[in-house]
């Protein structure tokens, strides 16, 4: 419907702009293994990894998410010579995992820190998907829509009739995605040799500050007006 004289339209966008505490975080862990024999390297690799899945398995419900991503073997050939002649196989297995204990989160950080051959990278901050947070932006959004376009009656000297139109247009901002670009107020860490740690000898957890996420919501609408007295 087109806007006419008896039915003036109005449009107006509405915001909102949410800045809170993150709910959840990841951290990515890289175990590797480097021999000359397959069979060892493949070996070292096992234990390593089964070493680090049972470290954060400790943890219990602190740690919601679990999973194993990439794992390669892969042989370095030597640069001179001629054929295929292996120098060294290469091992790594790559787990995340996702935790709500952000206490938990700077000792478990620590603790695989000083697994041996252990790199880890992290914490990347979130909000859960289902968060309710996105619910009241989007909700704030389209309260400050409306009250934007009464405003705007307002100084006409008439009244919103009806609304015609909402539109969403990119309520918040996508959730960080692991494995894209670095850690964001976090950690990088990565364990030299050594066995695993000694709980009485280890390193003291590291303190970690989480980091407030910004979710914005926008919201276009269409309202109807009362026809003003323009005299």
Known sequence: MDATPDAPRLAVRGEAHLEVDPEIARIGITVTARGTDRRDTLTHLTRRNTTALDLIKTYGEAVTTLETGTFTINPELTRHGRGERVRAYHGRVHTTAELTDFTALGELTTRLADLDLTRVEGPWWALRPDSPTHRRARQQA???????????????????????????????QPLPTYGYGGPAGGMRAAAAYGGAPDLETEAAPLDLEPQRQHVHAQVNARFTLVPPHLA
Do not use: F, P
Not at 159 to 164: E, G, I, P, R
């Open 142 to 172: 389209v309260r400050e829509a409306v009250q934007r376009a009464r405003e705007y009656a307002e100084a006409l000297g008439t009244d919103l009739a009806a609304l015609v139109e909402l539109a969403d247009i990119g309520a918040e």
